[in-house]
């Protein structure tokens, strides 16, 4: 079983409790708005700021998502494919989740933080404490 990478969730919490950064739905991050379907705004949703806060330290580099103007994405250098919505491999690697998405409990449901971020508009500081809640931080 994988150990979770405290430091870096906690890490995560902290950024996401102080970041002026604006938050969206559906992607990572949204550089400009755009005319598609869900959230236009353009900042990052939570997932978003933790691939950004990490993408030096598991060798990831931004890419422009040419079907989403206006959307940044994530990959591996040399890769022709980059993660828009979904948190890249690497950095769930990081924080030692299993590879899944991290998990909280609400509303008496064990939900992902992106079921947060973009079906229940939970704020970055609620996430934050919902994710120090569930892994003791």
Do not use: H
């Not at 409790?17 to 379907?37: C, I, K, M, S, W």
């Not at 980059?82 to 890249?88: D, F, I, M, R, Y």
């Amino acid at each position: 079983m994988t150990e979770v990478n405290e430091a870096v969730l906690r890490e995560w919490c902290e950024r996401l409790e102080t970041t002026t950064t604006p938050q969206t739905t559906g992607v990572l991050n949204r550089v400009a708005e755009g005319d598609y379907p869900g959230s236009s705004t353009v900042g990052m949703c939570c997932l978003g700021v933790l691939t950004d806060m990490v993408k030096d330290r598991v060798g990831l580099e931004e890419a422009e998502i040419k079907s989403r103007p206006g959307v940044i994405g994530y990959r591996i250098p040399g890769q022709s494919y980059a993660e828009e919505a979904l948190c890249p491999r690497p950095v769930l690697e990081l924080i030692g989740t299993g590879g899944i998405t991290p998990r909280v409990e609400f509303r008496g449901e064990s939900v992902s933080v992106v079921q947060l971020n973009d079906q229940y508009g939970l704020s970055f500081k609620e996430i934050a404490a919902l994710v120090r809640e569930a892994y003791d931080l």
